[in-house]
């Protein structure tokens, strides 16, 4: 495939949805339905450490939800975190309902963590529930070897910091490229990334799996084809037919050292045809 470096395409199989950034490609499982705040603790077995507990707890605090870790091993050189709620719903009936954030730390905030222990994801909105994902991982991108793929977290949200409701990406009339209809304004001072946005395409080809293509953007509007198209046919990603689609926006933001690409707004589903 000859994409741009800054373009993924990826594929997923299992009960698991796809999210997407410029520096890593990752899978989540699903079903982490949650009520209130919980604690993930993960037992010792012959494929994970003796010498130290590997655990997880999600806190609800004025600012938005502490993530606190009993311990992160020592030769992590990735911590990847993964942050999902559904809005208002209590059910989950489509990954389309799925809102989801996430932060790729590495080097001197991974180093933060190391010694702290804690993390604030405060981009929450009070009274919704959130579930949490963490990997810790070698500089490949491969779990470190004796830990969990993922360890898990849940909190209710009491207070946090919310973009403005009624943000639409609105595709336009060929389903070619997406414009955000405003940018968007958080309820109290933050500080954002040199590279604003990132866009995902989310193609579902089985009943169980799907592919994405995604990519930077530095404005309100991102056309993904005729790019997505090519790159899907040169690299025979995926069959010809038809699939049901939709795209997302992400808004990157620093908070206390920590770089957060934020889900802020996403299409309804429509057809993609590849012939």
Not at 8 to 20: A, E, R, S
Not at 35 to 47: H, M, R, Y
Request: glycine fraction near 8%; include cysteine.
């Amino acid at each position: 495939m000859k994409a741009s470096d800054n373009i993924k395409i990826v594929h997923l199989g299992g009960k698991i949805m796809q999210y997407f950034k410029a520096l890593r490609t990752i899978s989540l499982i699903l079903g982490l339905l949650a009520s209130g705040c919980a604690t993930s603790k993960l037992d010792t077995g012959k494929n994970q450490k003796t010498n130290e507990e590997i655990g997880l707890k999600a806190e609800a605090v004025s600012e938005g939800i502490c993530l606190v870790f009993d311990s992160v091993p020592a030769e992590t050189s990735r911590l990847f975190i993964m942050i999902q709620n559904w809005g208002e719903n209590d059910r989950l009936n489509s990954t389309h309902e799925i809102i989801g954030s996430y932060s790729d730390i590495r080097g001197g905030t991974l180093e933060q963590v190391k010694q702290t222990g804690r993390i604030i994801f405060p981009f929450v909105k009070a009274g919704q529930n959130y579930n949490i994902s963490a990997s810790f991982e070698n500089e490949n991108g491969q779990t470190i070897v004796g830990s969990p793929d993922w360890i898990y977290a849940k909190c209710a949200a009491n207070a946090g910091i919310y973009f403005n409701d009624g943000l639409k990406l609105e595709l336009n009339k060929t389903n070619t490229g997406v414009t955000l209809s405003s940018e968007p304004e958080f309820s109290t001072e933050v500080q954002y990334a040199p590279e604003k946005y990132f866009y995902a395409v989310k193609l579902d080809i089985s009943d169980h799996g799907s592919l994405g293509y995604s990519d930077k953007g530095t404005g309100l509007h991102w056309d993904f084809e005729p790019q997505m198209t090519n790159d899907l046919k040169e690299g025979e990603h995926l069959q010809n037919g038809n699939y049901s689609a939709y795209v997302t926006t992400y808004r990157n933001i620093n908070y206390d050292n920590v770089t957060w690409t934020v889900e802020i707004a996403k299409t309804p589903e429509f057809i993609y045809s590849l012939k």
